[in-house]
């Protein structure tokens, strides 16, 4: 019987002449500063191990990485993660500095919060994150409850452009058209302990 090939992330112990002759012949790879790996890292089972990898070491997925994992959709590479630290990206992950990194944790993977994560992204994208990320009847409350006490103009722009606590996609496409018509817009308000779907009152004629 033959030998399963072997794939993750090493965590072995060996020297350094033997690590660079192994990065030189191609049977172990450096995906970010501290993780080395082992095997392809193409299949979609890879990336999930190398998602679980970086949350062991501290990274916080984020920008388009953190979108495609909110909507259950396969990871590409390169994996978006933010830290603290001043790293040098690869092709296999993209590494954005922050000077202070707040993350949650969502489904056993560390996540930098959506709002913050947006400041990756052009505007389309980031409003797509916060749809996804602050979807559902509790998600004004996880916004509010994420968002620091001081936002950029551009963030909070974003943030009011997004369908925040829509539950489905043609609900936040109804949200958005009822704006652009002049209709102020709220997907699951809040009347004492009762959520409603949608409330909408004239801003402009």
Request: aromatic share 6%; glycine share 8%; with cysteine.
């Amino acid at each position: 019987m033959l030998p399963c090939a072997v794939m993750g992330e090493f965590r072995g112990t060996i020297s350094y002449a033997t690590r660079t002759r192994r990065l030189k012949a191609g049977s172990l790879i450096r995906v970010i500063s501290g993780i080395y790996w082992e095997g392809e890292l193409e299949s979609p089972a890879a990336v999930t191990e190398l998602v679980a990898a970086l949350t062991r070491h501290g990274y916080a997925l984020t920008a388009v990485s953190l979108y495609q994992f909110y909507c259950s959709q396969p990871i590409s590479l390169p994996v978006h993660v933010s830290t603290e630290r001043r790293i040098t990206s690869t092709k296999y992950v993209v590494a954005h500095h922050v000077k202070r990194l707040r993350t949650v944790e969502v489904r056993g993977v560390c996540t930098e919060c959506g709002v913050d994560a947006v400041k990756h992204l052009p505007d389309r994208q980031a409003i797509a994150l916060l749809d996804v990320a602050y979807s559902g009847r509790h998600g004004s409350a996880v916004l509010r409850r994420e968002s620091p006490m001081r936002v950029s103009a551009r963030v909070k722009t974003l943030v009011d452009r997004a369908a925040v606590g829509a539950d489905s996609v043609p609900e936040r496409i109804l949200v958005k058209a009822l704006r652009e018509a002049g209709l102020e817009c709220t997907s699951n308000f809040r009347v004492g302990c009762i959520f409603g779907t949608l409330s909408c009152g004239i801003t402009t004629l």
